[in-house]
């Protein structure tokens, strides 16, 4: 009898802790609380874009790592970069009686109808790191903060040349992100709309012409998939047309490690040495490959996203979703996906260069000193 009376309690107050989340957080899609016991064990589709480039794999290893640590059972899977691989596998976690579903969209048009089915069958999402654009059927959002990314990236251009205190011309060459990442659309903004009033005052000067004339001309620039290959031709096409009269290029603006790494040997092929000629360049997502060029000089900074962070917020949202609570979310005006305001909640990137590899990603764990090569 207790433990029926104690599980209708449980049931009772899940209710109400339920109808209450709903209520305290009018924005978001609220989910009918379950009774606690019923999602024990339950399955979380976790679906991740690709294995090619490095964060992914980190991202998804540790949500399997926190999600199975509170009782849940998980299916990771990678979609190699297919969005129709990315749409069947969704539909695997659906037919499998997946509870949640955690998203990172190689494209995020792509799923409105997944998603429809998801929703018809009483499942939750979260998009992960990207939105979900263009359906109702996204419950929540969890990111770090991708316009503060490209504006980190745009400060440091900014405060390393001086142009506050009017220095210049410098020869720049902007890349921006893959064309169909909602994300490359931030990074950009939040770069350009503080390195664009110095293009304006001829401070900045982009040789190749590949000067989008404002945040919307993004994807002129955009790299597809974040290949590293397609940034090494592409800086490779630009220094071989337009610096080979002597002109040298002084600072690269780059949205993410993968391309940062073509453009340093696009860079390396065409004589630019470190400590000589080597232009200024930005990053993101410490990667293993770019901190090393980062501690030989080849990179200025990286903006790193903990990985880890995100995987705590979403398997914490996960578990409040699942056991009836009120989901966590601090922002709940920034992103509208084309049909809602996605609640969401924001984590905070930030900078760092070579003189705060120890501190930020060796004493915090992310990497080794052996990692990194140095003893
Ligand atoms: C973005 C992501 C970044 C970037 C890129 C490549 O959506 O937020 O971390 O590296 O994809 O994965």
């Not at 709903?22 to 379950?34: F, M, Q, Y």
């Not at 090494?232 to 337009?242: G, I, T």
């Not at 410490?286 to 501690?295: F, I, Q, R, T």
Request: charged share 15%; proline share 4%.
């Amino acid at each position: 009898m207790k433990l029926k009376t104690m599980a209708a309690l449980a049931v009772g107050a899940a209710l109400v802790v339920g109808m209450s989340a709903c209520s305290s957080s009018p924005s978001t899609s609220g989910t009918t609380a379950p009774a606690a016991t019923s999602n024990a064990g339950a399955l979380i589709g976790i679906s991740m874009p690709t294995t090619t480039l490095e964060r992914w794999n980190n991202d998804g290893a540790h949500l399997v790592d926190k999600l199975q640590a509170l009782g849940y059972t998980t299916d990771l899977e990678y979609a190699d970069n297919k969005t129709d691989e990315q749409i069947s596998q969704i539909q695997n976690m659906i037919n499998d009686n997946a509870k949640v579903l955690v998203i990172a969209a190689i494209d995020g048009t792509t799923l409105g109808q997944v998603l429809q089915t998801a929703a018809d069958a009483g499942i939750t999402v979260i998009a992960y790191d990207r939105l979900i654009n263009g359906t109702p059927n996204v419950d929540y959002y969890a990111t770090f903060d991708n316009y503060k990314v490209g504006t980190l990236q745009g400060q440091f251009i900014e405060t390393q040349l001086d142009l506050k205190d009017g220095k210049g011309p410098f020869n720049l060459e902007p890349f921006a992100g893959s064309p169909d990442d909602n994300n490359a659309k931030f990074f950009f903004a939040g770069a350009w709309d503080v390195l664009k009033p110095y293009i304006d005052s001829g401070q900045l000067v982009v040789p190749s012409g590949k000067a989008p004339a404002s945040d919307d001309d993004w994807q002129s620039i955009g790299i597809q998939a974040w290949a590293t290959a397609t940034a090494q031709s592409e800086m490779q096409n630009r220094l071989n047309s337009y610096y080979s009269g002597g002109a040298k290029v002084d600072v690269v603006l780059s949205p993410n490690d993968s391309l940062a790494l073509g453009i340093e040997q696009a860079l390396q092929g065409a004589g630019y040495t470190v400590g000589s000629d080597w232009p200024l360049i930005t990053g993101q997502d410490g990667d293993l490959a770019n901190v090393k060029n980062m501690l030989a000089g080849m990179q200025a900074m990286t903006v790193w996203k903990d990985t880890r962070t995100l995987g705590d917020q979403v398997s914490t949202m996960v578990d409040q979703i699942l056991t009836g609570q009120a989901v966590d979310t601090n922002d709940t005006t920034s992103y509208n996906n084309g049909v809602k305001n996605v609640p969401s909640y924001l984590l905070s990137p930030q900078v760092v260069t070579a003189d705060t590899v120890q501190t930020d990603l060796i004493d915090s764990g992310f990497y080794t000193k052996a990692d990194l090569g140095i003893s």
